[in-house]
């Protein structure tokens, strides 16, 4: 009897560790790429990391083009992806507000306000978040249609390319999830 | 005392399947009738189900628009339906990216992009969809709301009408949740 | 023997007890100030707490300038906040669609039509969400930036201003959170 209940009570404990969603860990799509829809990913980023929270994001559609670094430059590529890199908004500097950008005024007034305020900048955002080791992967498909190449992208920490399943697993046993 | 174990264990077994988030189920609020968004959710969705994940879609606001399948009329509908239904892009061929769409130059280049690198349009994702049993939910009042009707609708397996309820009590017991 | 399995079972009874998740709990960032987005968090959330859930909503960026009411006044701003309060939707009532606005006109049918249908109105859906004890948060940073004072917000139960930290830890232990 006491045998059948130690084996009972070990299965139960195999199965509450490995139940979906049991990590204290933080799962993030950051499909957005407007500035304010990627600060308010990058704050919770970086406050769940300072919390002791384990941190995935993902970067996907619009929100690949932000992680381009304006300084890097890459040759050989085709028309399309040409257009596409030059019409998309280069590196966290360059985003925009998506709402009241107003030809760029509403997007320098926040700036302008966040400095005042003391509120980090996304770039300042990125910085913390490498340092807390927030994990940052990049959509590959995304780079593939959009024509990014991985030496294009900002200087950060293990900075990985890889596919939806990737994303999937560890959203799957995070507690915590958001499409931004 | 040992009977006092057992029943115990059982009692915290049955609180461990019951769990919320416990499921290994991925339920998404399809909220945008944008392309891009639309594309993003539907491969998540697949991906996930392929993965061998249970997936529910519930399709609201602008998302429901997508469902309709451009080859179904209605007759008999009321002058502010008409206007709406007219307005709003139907069927998943006529939606427009949220970002970029240029007068539907932009949407015409990432299409063709697409099928330039082998990437499933989104007609085809709801097809691998139906294959893998995602279920699909459309909000009953937002159907409501744009004077949408049931036979508009597109061709697809077990599709359902549903309120804010259902998907909320799916949502619960999913280990995964998004609102796109 | 038996101490110890009796030790064993009460550690996991407290580990399932305490886990990330584990709570019939919804949280759920409202970051968009657009109607179409604000009816469908309201819609979710009300619906969430009908069905006995906890629901705490956390309104950031362009989603707190809705929680302005448009009947209070606070004197003594600088030109920028003056600005930013003057720009940007002031209370429910205000608030557009994002897509099919149409100078108003977009917004002023959907209003009609949800009058018609029987739906519940922002403002209306706001008191259902208070006598349902649904919990209001104010994100501290976006209140600060935009200049937004507490006393400028409309009459809610229990109304309080709080930092990113408070809705991570309402989040982790919520089985079901939503970024919108």
């Keep these: ?41 990058m704050i ?4 769940a990391a300072a919390m002791g929270m384990e941190v995935v994001l993902f970067f996907t ?12 430059r890459v040759n050989g590529k085709n028309l399309m992806s040409k257009m596409f890199g030059f019409m998309l908004p280069k590196g966290t500097n360059a ?22 305020k ?15 080791a927030v994990k940052i992967y990049i959509c590959e498909m995304s780079m593939d249609l959009m024509g990014f190449e ?3 992208m900002i ?4 900075l990985e390319v890889c596919g939806v399943a990737t994303m999937l697993a560890h959203a799957k046993e995070s507690s915590l999830q958001f499409f931004i």
């Design 44 to 47: 919770i980023a970086t406050g």
């Design 95 to 116: 985003l925009k507000l998506s709402q009241m950008n107003m030809a760029g005024m509403g997007t320098a007034i926040m700036k302008g306000l966040m400095k005042k």
């Design 150 to 152: 991985k030496e294009e």
């Design 1 to 41: 009897m006491t045998v059948n209940i130690e084996r009972e009570l070990a299965e139960l404990k195999a199965k509450v560790e490995s139940a979906p969603g049991a990590e204290n860990k933080l799962t993030m799509v950051v499909f957005s790429g407007d500035l304010d829809r990627q600060l308010a990913a």
């Design 118 to 132: 003391n509120v980090a900048s996304l770039e300042q955002l990125f910085a913390v978040a490498g340092e807390l």
């Design 61 to 72: 559609f619009w929100g690949t083009a932000a992680l381009r670094d304006p300084g890097k």
């Design 155 to 158: 200087e950060y920490p293990n």
